[in-house]
């Protein structure tokens, strides 16, 4: 089998096929974070994650977004 074989995918399915892998990634590094500073866990307002946090947090509490629970995100 050659081992440089390539598969292409179209542009718009890239973000379908990362997404599921990224979050799965920064949930396990949140934990990861969470396990050895369980006293505190503060974002930095620099982090691009607090920005984002920032922007669901406000959104929320305007119920302009709906929040899924953990088995219709990760499958589980």
Known sequence: MDQNQQISV????????LEPLIRRVVRQE?????D????VFIL????PIYHDMKK?????LQNKIEL????????E
């Open 44 to 47: 930095d307002p620099e982090m």
């Open 30 to 34: 949140l934990a990861i974070i969470v």
């Open 10 to 17: 179209p542009v718009k399915d890239i973000a379908l096929i």
């Open 36 to 39: 050895k500073h369980p006293d």
């Open 68 to 75: 899924f629970s953990d088995k219709e995100v990760w499958n």
């Open 56 to 60: 669901l947090k406000n959104k929320k």
